[in-house]
């Protein structure tokens, strides 16, 4: 999944399996407790069904843990058995205590940080490709003032788009399928890229071919380090937020 937190809470077939089969169910010969709501399992970073109403309590509790995290958060799926969803159950008084999910943001590591400072120095033709993670980090401002004080043109992709203004003397708009031309010819000469916050999508690279210089090198400012790593960058492991004023400060 592209990291968006999004709850479902599906209605499943009855767990006690009287009413048999109910529209939920899929009658198969070879398993009894298939449902439709299976199809979610392959595209959730979290998978539950309650089959007992106290199982509600760690399955919420861990469909939080993965909505506020922004390297595993993505489509959380709890399927509810329709008999189980009119159950009484005396709920535990603690279960509803307020509660504060704090969101961290790592900061990058110094040696990394003077790594790809030096890279971005020893570029001639260097560009920002801004992604949804500067957008999810509330990164705007230190993103603007970024491109302001380096002159760096910055395009952004389809999950990035806000990040910087249409109007911002560096923003040179979309990239890759449906890019803009100029954010395009600027990626073909390109001999450092730096990615914040960008998973590199199909739209974004199109299909592998927006970034034309043979030479090219890329430094990834990423959260996740499975989008960090992407294209044999030098990564920078960290908030977008605390990333970049980190990066601005060391250049």
């Not at 003032?145 to 910055?154: C, L, S």
């Not at 708009?173 to 960008?198: K, M, Q, R």
């Amino acid at each position: 999944t592209n990291r968006l937190p999004v709850l479902l809470l599906p209605s499943d077939m009855f767990a006690s399996r009287v009413p048999d089969p109910v529209l939920q169910q899929l009658e198969d010969t070879r398993a009894g407790d298939v449902s439709v709501n299976d199809a979610f399992r392959p595209v959730s970073k979290y998978f539950d069904r309650v089959s007992r109403p106290e199982q509600l309590i760690p399955a919420a509790l861990a469909a939080m843990r993965v909505l506020t995290d922004p390297v595993e958060t993505g489509a959380v799926t709890l399927c509810l058995p329709q008999d189980v969803q009119a159950e009484a159950f005396d709920w535990p008084v603690e279960f509803f205590r307020r509660r504060v999910w704090r969101i961290g943001r790592p900061v990058p590591e110094l040696a990394a940080v003077e790594r790809v400072a030096a890279l971005l120095r020893s570029a001639e033709r260097p560009l920002i490709v801004a992604g949804g993670g500067v957008v999810y980090a509330e990164a705007e401002a230190e993103l603007r003032a970024f491109a302001a004080a380096t002159g760096i043109p910055v395009a952004d992709t389809h999950a990035g788009k806000g990040a910087i203004e249409w109007d911002h003397l560096s923003a040179v708009g979309g990239l890759g399928s449906t890019g803009t031309t100029a954010a395009n010819a600027l990626a073909a000469e390109a001999d450092v890229v730096l990615g914040i916050g960008t998973r590199y999508s199909d739209f974004t690279t199109a299909s592998h071919t927006v970034f034309a210089n043979p030479d090219v090198t890329f430094a990834n400012l990423n959260v996740a380090r499975l989008d960090a790593v992407k294209h044999s960058a030098e990564m920078l492991l960290s908030d977008a937020k605390t990333g970049l004023a980190a990066l601005a400060k060391a250049l």
